[in-house]
């Protein structure tokens, strides 16, 4: 990867799809402000928070502030629940500072694929988050807690997250659509102008 090689198919429409539901917010502070409940900014700033945590996208640089692998993490989240997809080793203090910035459980740590080029971090994620659970294709011949085949979906809160079969760069290649954003993730499976090494398999 490169530092261009981004991970979703439409990066520049990202912000906007994820910034959701204003009107029904704007409701909802008005009719809590007139019942004299919390102000109206101070909920703003609650809710602005929170649809700012429903896309996180993070990314891997070099040593030593990370890994050098410039893997692109992602976190989603839907009513304080939260998966991340491609955490990496040196990247787990960061992540679990995101996610506790936000308000947020994470419920899930899913791989598009196995990794060459890092360690992933699901394992401390999972030693750190007792109860959280890993996931990966079952193509891929790894192990997890949940092995993803295509047409299954990921739920977290009230999304969804609709599982392809993308193999090319590994043969158990994952990548996840989220129609809420309407993006797929693809992790290596394709990059901006190419995608990832296919001579690491077959």
Not at 8 to 30: C, D, G, I, N, Y
């Amino acid at each position: 990867r490169t530092g261009a090689d981004w991970h979703t198919l439409r990066p520049h429409k990202t912000k906007q799809h994820a910034f959701v539901r204003p009107r029904l917010a704007l409701s909802m502070l008005t009719r809590c402000t007139a019942r004299g409940l919390p102000s109206a900014r101070g909920l703003a700033a609650v809710a602005e928070r929170r649809r700012a945590a429903e896309f996180l996208q993070l990314f891997d640089g070099d040593a030593p502030d990370g890994g050098g692998s410039s893997t692109y993490t992602y976190i989603l989240a839907d009513g304080g629940a939260a998966v991340i997809i491609d955490p990496v080793l040196e990247q787990v203090d960061r992540d679990l500072a995101a996610l506790s910035a936000s308000g947020l459980t994470l419920t899930l740590a899913v791989n598009t694929h196995c990794h060459a080029d890092h360690i992933t971090g699901t394992g401390e994620l999972k030693r750190r988050l007792p109860g959280l659970r890993s996931a990966i294709a079952r193509a891929a011949g790894a192990k997890a807690d949940v092995l993803l085949e295509a047409g299954e979906e990921i739920g977290f809160g009230q999304r969804r997250l609709r599982v392809l079969e993308t193999p090319g760069h590994t043969d158990g290649c994952l990548s996840f659509y989220d129609p809420s954003l309407g993006a797929v993730f693809t992790g290596d499976a394709l990059l901006i102008g190419g995608c990832g090494r296919t001579d690491f398999q077959g």
